[in-house]
């Protein structure tokens, strides 16, 4: 904010600022939800110390990955329904969300989520080789978009490095905490301790800051993006002939 302020950078340099300044923002709530300050639980913890309840924090990581790619694909319903394609957005995003939010739900105990579930895999098995010809591709490609559930499998399970990246953060805190103690035992020690403290956390702050941009611009831009976005345009030839009248035949 400070930076902002004084020096009001502009274009690139402001937008990364800005999503810099509301990460740490994010951060400090998240800190106060989950008791970690500096690698200590200096104060109780709003919700649960994920060093003691990992797998709590993993499943809400989960959780996020669900909602998020469940929105891209709402999106994408969206953008067919939009462009008149309403029985397409059924058959790509609907079925799909049945099963993104059925299974889950019925492994927690929700009984009428199984046939939610169970509407999603007997719909995309008939309608996702719906524009093959034949019935027997119309067949093999639902098997096929079937078994490409395990790609959203795959994208739900990446957000498990959110988990990672947390419990990292924590614990690379405490290693440098207790470093720090250890040789401020003595008189002599404590100006080494302190060093310790001061370089450790920075380094600490610094590596996760960029730990935290590069894995959230991934889920972004692969996980989240990949379900709606469309590239439009024309593509970016530098060096390239533009042969509207004649045509280059290789000598290869």
């Not at 008791?35 to 639980?41: D, L, N, Q, T």
């Not at 988990?163 to 035992?185: H, P, S, W």
Request: glycine fraction near 14%; charged fraction near 10%.
């Amino acid at each position: 904010l400070f930076f902002l302020k004084k020096v009001r950078p502009r274009g690139m340099m402001g937008a990364i600022t800005t999503i810099v300044l509301f990460g740490g923002v994010s951060t400090v709530i998240w800190g106060a939800l989950f008791g970690g300050w500096f690698g200590e639980e200096l104060l109780p913890a709003l919700w649960f110390v994920p060093m003691n309840e990992p797998i709590m924090m993993m499943g809400i990581c989960l959780v996020f990955g669900v909602i998020q790619i469940s929105v891209g694909l709402m999106a994408k319903g969206f953008m067919l329904i939009r462009d008149g394609h309403a029985f397409d957005a059924l058959c790509d995003v609907a079925f799909l969300l049945c099963i993104l939010w059925g299974l889950p739900l019925a492994v927690l105990g929700i009984p009428f989520m199984s046939y939610v579930a169970i509407v999603g895999v007997v719909g995309i098995l008939l309608t996702a080789g719906r524009e093959k010809p034949g019935i027997l591709k119309k067949i093999m490609g639902g098997f096929s978009g079937l078994y490409g559930l395990m790609n959203y499998v795959s994208d739900i399970l990446s957000y498990t490095r959110l988990f990672g990246l947390g419990l990292a953060t924590g614990v690379i805190g405490m290693v440098f905490n207790t470093i720090a103690t250890m040789l401020m035992g003595s008189v002599i020690g404590i100006p080494f301790g302190i060093a310790i403290l001061i370089a450790g956390h920075g380094f600490n702050l610094a590596i996760n800051a960029l730990g935290a941009y590069v894995h959230s611009c991934r889920l972004q831009y692969i996980e989240f993006y990949s379900k709606f976005f469309e590239g439009n345009g024309r593509a970016f030839v530098p060096y390239g002939y533009r042969t509207k009248y004649i045509q280059l035949k290789s000598e290869a």
